[in-house]
Structure formats: structure tokens, C-alpha cells
């Protein structure tokens, strides 16, 4: 099984991204290590997970604080969205 744990974490409009509800630096990687370590504890034995930011953009969070480290991540995966000749949260996209 694998768990993609909140994703697109570098934006604002999941109410764990950076920036939402007044997330302060430092925090998504403590709520990551949390839940990492509770499926630990538990036991549990077959889970991969998933750190998937979304596509580096104006205005997102810088990725690397967001990391919780390798020992806490199987595996990386990337959120990336064309909107063709238009604009969407005022960024242009071609």
C-alpha cells in the first residue's frame, strides 16, 4: 500500500499547506514524522510512502523544508497541471 500523506504541501489550498490556517515552517515535517512514526509503532509492515509536492511555482513554498528526510519517505512523486492558453489563481500558463 502507499500512503501520498498530504500532498501538494508547497501550496496554500489544502488545509495543511504551507501558508494555510497559519502552518508555521517546520511543522508539516513534525505532522509527516508523526503519523510515520505512529504506523511504526503500531507495526505496520507494508506501507510506502509518498512526499508529492506540487510543481515548483511563483509564489509555492521552497521544497527542501518540507522534506521529512529519507528515512521517513519510500518514494517521490510530483503534482503538475496544464491549464493551456489561459490563467487560473493569477498565473498565466501556455
Not at 20 to 29: D, I, L, T, Y
Request: cysteine-free.
Amino acid at each position: 500500500m502507499t500512503i501520498r500523506l498530504m500532498h501538494e504541501m508547497n501550496g496554500n489550498w489544502y488545509p495543511w499547506g504551507s501558508g494555510a490556517n497559519g502552518n508555521q515552517p517546520g511543522e508539516f515535517v513534525l505532522a509527516w514524522r508523526h503519523v510515520h512514526d505512529r504506523f511504526t509503532a503500531l507495526g505496520v509492515t507494508n506501507v510506502a510512502w509518498t512526499w508529492a509536492p506540487n510543481a515548483v511555482y511563483t509564489g509555492g513554498a521552497p521544497l527542501a523544508p518540507l522534506y521529512p528526510g529519507d528515512a521517513y519517505v519510500d518514494a517521490v512523486g510530483l503534482s503538475n497541471y496544464n491549464w493551456g492558453e489561459r490563467s487560473h489563481d493569477g498565473f498565466a500558463t501556455h
